[in-house]
């Protein structure tokens, strides 16, 4: 699997925006670039994915540079409850392959 | 969406024993890993649980140490055998149907290995 380089952590203000950076300077063409978080003491969730375009949906969205080569996963409005750990992945959208894990990025939200 | 559960939840085991997780998925999925999570730590992939074969594991993982069982579409073990206290850590369940995108995930089981 190709690499993610993310920030280790990030602070965010409540009820402002956050937007989380993650390089991907090797992936291949046929690499999805997906966004998980994992809330405290609950399993890793599904926030969004995308391949090329930028990518909306209720929770984020996601900003794909035109090289694929970095994405930013925006969040719009900050809350408490946005307070996790975020993980970039990239993964081939074949039914076989299983996710695998980077360090990702602590966001810590402030109220 | 596919809903899953681990049983149990947390436990504490002694040095020497085995554990076995349960994991159980409200619908039926195509693919089913298994994943641990060590303390401040990422996730790391233990195995992807094959029906009705033998599991495929990452490397670093064998099978005497973290047997797998996959009796059916919504239904997997992991045993955790001959434990220390350095396999204290949260064990994931995860599943996936085939052609979609998302990848769900169970609450996980808090070990911990006196």
């Known amino acids: 699997d190709a690499k993610t380089t993310q920030p280790n952590s990030m602070e965010s203000n409540e009820e402002e925006p956050v937007h989380l950076p993650c390089n991907h300077s090797?992936?291949?063409?046929?690499?999805?670039i997906h966004w998980y978080r994992q809330l405290p003491s609950q399993g890793p969730e599904y926030v969004i994915h995308?391949?090329?375009s930028n990518v909306n949906n209720r929770m984020a969205s996601l900003a794909i540079a035109e090289d694929r080569k970095s994405s930013t996963l925006i969040l719009h409005r900050a809350t408490l409850r946005d307070a996790a750990v975020y993980y970039c992945?990239?993964?081939?959208?074949?039914?076989?392959?299983?996710?695998?894990f980077g360090k990702g990025t602590r966001l810590s939200v402030i109220a | 969406s596919a809903v899953i559960s681990q049983k149990p939840s947390r436990d504490i085991c002694q040095r020497g024993t085995s554990l076995t997780i349960q994991c159980q998925v409200d619908?039926?999925?195509?693919?089913m890993f298994w994943y641990r999570q060590q303390p401040g730590q990422s996730l790391t992939l233990i195995a992807t649980?094959?029906?009705?074969?033998?599991?495929?594991?990452e490397s670093g993982f064998v099978i005497d140490k973290f047997p797998i069982s996959r009796p059916n579409l919504t239904f997997s073990t992991l045993t955790v055998s001959n434990m220390s206290p350095e396999d204290s850590s949260i064990y994931l369940c995860?599943?996936?149907?085939?052609?979609?995108?998302?990848?769900?995930f169970g609450p996980g089981t808090r070990l911990t290995v006196t």
């Open positions: 995860s599943a996936r149907t085939g052609g979609f995108y998302e990848q769900y």
């Open positions: 090797t992936i291949s063409g046929t690499d999805y």
């Open positions: 995308g391949l090329t």
């Open positions: 992945i990239l993964r081939i959208n074949s039914g076989n392959t299983p996710l695998v």
């Open positions: 619908s039926q999925v195509t693919m």
């Open positions: 649980a094959n029906q009705g074969s033998e599991a495929t594991y």
